[in-house]
């Protein structure tokens, strides 16, 4: 049988007949099992049930949610957008002439003298504290609007209104607007900003960049911040809930939607000033009281006392033996101020006000400002390690005043004359003296001759050693008159001598 005829025979047309058949059995057999393999799997998830959540947690997360929806519901309405327009007049040059006449030829209007108009927008945020018959009194930031010259406050529900600006505060960065309308719209509820805890939950309400009834959630990271924008007087909250520009001057608020603070600035690293969740607000204890001054006398009275204050290094506090203590020194004292006339001297320790502990130089400032003035105040300060009382009656703080730098007395502020000044001075070891860090211009002590870089070895020819026997020979030996012993490069001087 030849090669053809066996390919063709019947017998080989069966193999390949079966052949296939069990390639094509296989093939369906792979195709199935792939197949199902899935679907074995959802079967075995279908038995197992559907993933469900903790009926406890979900509790929880539902009440936290209803929470946080239930403070903004109810603070949103009393929280207002302030739209603003700061107006400046600049004088336009004056083009006419060589060579504008030369190539242009003689140029009509514009005479010597014409002002141009420039408005410039800003945006902040503002709080509903205060109604009176048909005036509502909101409370925001100084910076917002102080300056400018037209404010519209545009409520949440999209209704605008011409205010006008009732008062402002630099010091305290605070400022209130009012508006008229016969419109119903609730006031936000104060809170007790005293009573706020670092981890305390905290609910930010305002109008980052132009967005309206904006709401972000953190939390206290901090309480008693200073060093705020503009030298302030203020002891911050700090939060870590999401502050951009346009929040100022809006609603820091606790879980029970109460008010504790006025958000006011954030500490950013970015050019744009981008919340990094570091923002700041004014205590809402901080403005209680602004808030009636700004309504019923437009303007805020502060306490005055009348000294020159700072917070002591350790080189200080060990020379003056109040290691361990808090409070804040004063270094100067007004002659003629309050604290002059109840016996308060220059190098006295205060820690306390009416019993109140004064827990550093800013706290003790905020303390007196917030003291009426012709109140009869006790100060509590140490003085040659010993505890005194004295009585004190407050009057009231004007910028002139306080700028008098002729009844500042002494008028220098000096240092113990540590290694580290010896060495940045080239000063040999045993070099005595106390250093004078600086003079205040038109003082007592500039007037006599005094200058930064001074050491003083006496005063009035007695010897002073330390900074407790110089602030002891100031309190004693100068009632009448004042000069200093003193060493200026290698010169030992005596300065002119200054008559009170």
């Not at 030369?102 to 209007?109: A, L, M, Q, V």
């Not at 002059?340 to 220059?346: N, S, T």
């Given at each position: 049988m030849n090669l053809v005829q066996k390919l063709s025979s019947k017998n080989l047309f069966v193999f390949n007949l079966v052949l296939i058949g069990v390639i094509f059995g296989f093939s369906l057999a792979f195709l199935s099992f792939s197949c199902s393999t899935p679907n074995a799997k959802k079967t075995a998830q279908a038995q197992e049930g559907p993933v469900v959540i903790p009926r406890d947690a979900l509790q929880v997360a539902e009440g936290l949610q209803s929470a946080f929806s239930a403070v903004a519901n109810k603070v949103l309405p009393s929280v207002v957008e302030l739209k603003t327009v700061s107006i400046r007049r600049q004088q336009i040059p004056n083009f006419n002439g060589i060579p504008w006449e030369?190539?242009?030829?003689?140029?009509?209007?514009n005479p010597d003298g014409q002002e141009r108009e420039y408005r410039s927008q800003g945006l902040g945020s503002g709080i509903i504290v205060r109604k009176n018959q048909d005036t509502y009194y909101v409370l925001t930031n100084n910076h917002v609007v102080g300056d400018v010259n037209e404010i519209v406050v545009v409520t949440n529900d999209d209704r605008e209104y011409q205010a006008v600006l009732v008062g402002k505060d630099e010091r305290r960065d605070l400022a209130m607007v009012?508006?008229?309308?016969?419109?119903v719209h609730p006031l936000a509820e104060l809170g007790d900003s005293d009573a706020v805890k670092v981890g305390d939950w905290a609910i930010a309400v305002g109008n980052p960049l132009g967005f309206m009834s904006?709401?972000?959630?953190?939390?206290?990271?901090?309480v008693g911040r200073t060093g705020g924008p503009g030298n302030n007087i203020n002891d911050f909250i700090q939060t870590d809930a999401s502050i951009n520009q346009g929040n100022s001057g809006g609603a820091l608020v606790n879980i029970r939607g109460q008010v504790i603070g006025i958000n006011t600035w954030i500490a950013s690293n970015s050019s744009g000033g981008g919340s990094v969740g570091l923002g700041f607000a004014i205590p809402i204890n901080n403005a209680k009281r602004s808030i009636d001054e700004f309504i019923s006398s437009g303007e805020i009275r502060y306490g005055w006392l009348g000294v020159s204050l700072t917070d002591p290094d350790r080189e200080m506090m060990q020379a003056l033996k109040i290691e361990g203590k808090r409070g804040a020194l004063a270094t100067q004292v007004?002659?003629?101020?309050?604290?002059?006339?109840?016996?308060?001297?220059?190098g006295d320790f205060i820690t306390h006000v009416n019993g109140k502990e004064a827990r550093g130089m800013n706290p003790l400032t905020m303390m007196v400002g917030d003291l009426k003035p012709g109140e009869q105040v006790q100060f509590t300060i140490i003085r040659d390690g010993?505890?005194?009382?004295?009585?004190?009656?407050i009057e009231a703080r004007t910028d002139t005043v306080a700028a008098d730098n002729k009844k500042l007395w002494p008028g220098l502020f000096i240092v113990p004359l540590t290694d580290a000044i010896r060495d940045s001075l080239n000063l040999d070891r045993n070099a005595q003296g106390l250093y004078v860090a600086q003079v205040m211009p038109e003082t007592p002590a500039a007037i006599i001759g005094l200058q930064r870089g001074d050491r003083i070895t006496g005063i009035n020819g007695e010897t002073v050693r330390d900074l407790a026997a110089f602030y002891k020979s100031l309190?004693?030996?100068?009632d009448r008159e004042l000069w200093f012993n003193f060493i200026r490069g290698d010169a030992a001087l005596e300065t002119l001598k200054f008559k009170r």
């Open positions: 030369f190539f242009f030829g003689p140029r009509d209007g009012s508006f008229k309308t016969n419109d904006s709401v972000t959630m953190g939390i206290v990271s901090a007004f002659l003629g101020s309050p604290a002059d006339k109840g016996g308060i001297r220059p010993v505890s005194q009382n004295f009585q004190v009656r309190r004693e030996k100068t």
